[in-house]
């Protein structure tokens, strides 16, 4: 009997990679938070997780045949973000604490994915050996 990867970890083996796109894209806005003209950006996570669990592929390069291909794509779809706070003068849309606490709360969601993930792994663990 074959183990279906996909249906044993469910949704949250794509959740973790759109997490993560979206940590990249936040670290991005508080990286330029003091870029003159610098447009914050966002990701829509419900967008782009339906993207990820469609059956897109990864943007990932096997280096050798026989490694695992990965089954998950995180779209790019990057959106700018309406500014919240008064213009400052030099164009920059970033309001740090936002972006601070967009950051936290992403990795509060990251860190939970992973955890889900690890209990579906020790869950086949155990299914595996017999316990």
Do not use: C, W
């Not at 604490?97 to 889900?116: G, I, K, P, T, V």
Request: charged content about 20%; cysteine-free.
């Amino acid at each position: 009997m074959s183990i279906s990867f996909d249906k044993a970890l469910g949704v949250h083996q794509h959740t973790v990679g759109v997490r993560g796109k979206r940590a990249e894209t936040l670290a991005s806005n508080l990286a330029n938070a003091n870029t003159p003209g610098y447009k914050a950006k966002d990701i829509d996570f419900q967008r782009a997780l339906n993207a990820a669990t469609s059956g897109a592929k990864v943007g990932l390069s096997r280096t050798d045949g026989r490694h695992i291909s990965a089954s998950t794509q995180v779209s790019g779809e990057q959106k700018y973000r309406v500014p919240t706070q008064p213009d400052t003068g030099d164009g920059n849309t970033v309001d740090a604490q936002l972006e601070q606490n967009l950051f936290m709360q992403n990795s509060l969601e990251y860190q939970a994915s992973l955890d889900f993930l690890g209990a579906k792994f020790k869950n086949l663990s155990k299914a595996l050996r017999g316990d």
